[in-house]
């Protein structure tokens, strides 16, 4: 309730309580167990397949993210939520938000975080554009985004493919923006089923035992596998966690010496050599030396647009 009264005093949406929640779902939901603060004055770049670092969860804690709606399957994908009393954290595009804000403010109301994801998500990554342009592409995202949901969305952002730069990281750090990878990744953008996505994203889960999560909600076979996977958290023992903006600082952990960047070898081999000249800081002060590794293909992130959800004003 603390956390709720400090967001509305900051101008960022307040969500209903947990105890309402837990009150409407009964004790076999999967709920939302605890939230975590990230501090909104000092911004910092978290998750293991882009970053020598993430949040310090505990064994068997979850923090679920959606990139690219909102769609027309983020309905579905909030059902799925409201039935298990779940919060998780969506990256929206700016120009989805600006054709589809009912579903903005919907999330929102329901307890949910709002974070950003660019205005176009443009197919050759920001990292492709100029650096003014990249930072228009961000702002324009930043200002839809908040215009649909009336209110100041968290100072959350995820870039399109992970493609980040030095220039754009450093801006939104130093302006209070938390920059967010992922620790893994449910691969819905292959050609895959429901079924097999459920079964990849859990055997995953398993090895990890942890982690901040990425789906997109723009997937059909996502918005199908989610209600199952919820039931499969709870019954494996895992505890969903919330993100949300606040004044304590980010609770971190740094990677071991033996880390290295899973994405930023995909993006270069998507990119190809116009990556080069642009590397992600996390290639130099972030990321360091060692463990990710190379992905199977299935394993890998999408080509650029190919998660991208309906333009503004599409269904």
Not at 15 to 26: K, N, V
Not at 138 to 154: F, M, P, R, W, Y
Not at 205 to 226: C, P, W, Y
């Amino acid at each position: 309730m603390l956390l709720a009264i400090l967001l509305s005093t900051a101008g960022f949406y307040s969500a209903p309580t947990t105890a309402a929640e837990e009150r409407t779902c009964g004790p076999d939901a999967l709920g939302t167990s605890r939230v975590i603060e990230i501090d909104r004055s000092k911004g910092t770049a978290i998750g293991l397949q882009s970053y020598p670092r993430t949040l310090d969860l505990r064994d068997h804690e979850v923090v679920l993210t959606f990139d690219d709606g909102p769609a027309a399957t983020t309905a579905q994908v909030l059902d799925a939520l409201a039935k298990e009393c779940a919060r998780v954290t969506f990256f929206l595009i700016g120009r989805n938000a600006e054709g589809l804000p009912a579903l903005v403010k919907r999330a929102a109301a329901e307890g949910h975080t709002i974070g950003h994801h660019s205005y176009s998500h443009p197919d050759k990554t920001l990292r492709l554009m100029s650096e003014e342009a990249a930072k228009a592409d961000i702002e324009k995202g930043i200002a839809a985004v908040n215009k649909a949901l009336g209110a100041t969305a968290a100072p959350f952002f995820r870039f399109p493919g992970f493609a980040d730069t030095p220039a754009l990281v450093a801006d939104l750090t130093a302006r209070g923006y938390t920059i967010f990878g992922s620790d893994l990744w449910a691969s819905d953008w292959s050609h895959i089923t429901a079924k097999a996505e459920l079964e990849l994203v859990l055997s995953r889960l398993e090895k990890n035992r942890k982690g901040i999560v990425l789906f997109h909600d723009s997937q059909a076979i996502t918005a199908q596998m989610l209600p199952e996977f919820l039931r499969e958290l709870k019954k494996r023992g895992y505890s969903l966690v919330h993100i949300a903006p606040g004044d304590s600082p980010t609770p971190i952990v740094a990677a071991g010496p033996d880390w290295t960047s899973t994405t930023e070898p995909i993006i270069a081999k998507t990119l190809g050599a116009k990556s080069l000249g642009a590397k992600s800081l996390g290639a130099k002060s972030l990321r360091g030396k060692g463990g990710g590794g190379m992905m199977k293909p299935e394993q890998q992130p999408p080509a650029q647009g190919a998660t991208e959800a309906p333009k503004a004003g599409a269904p």
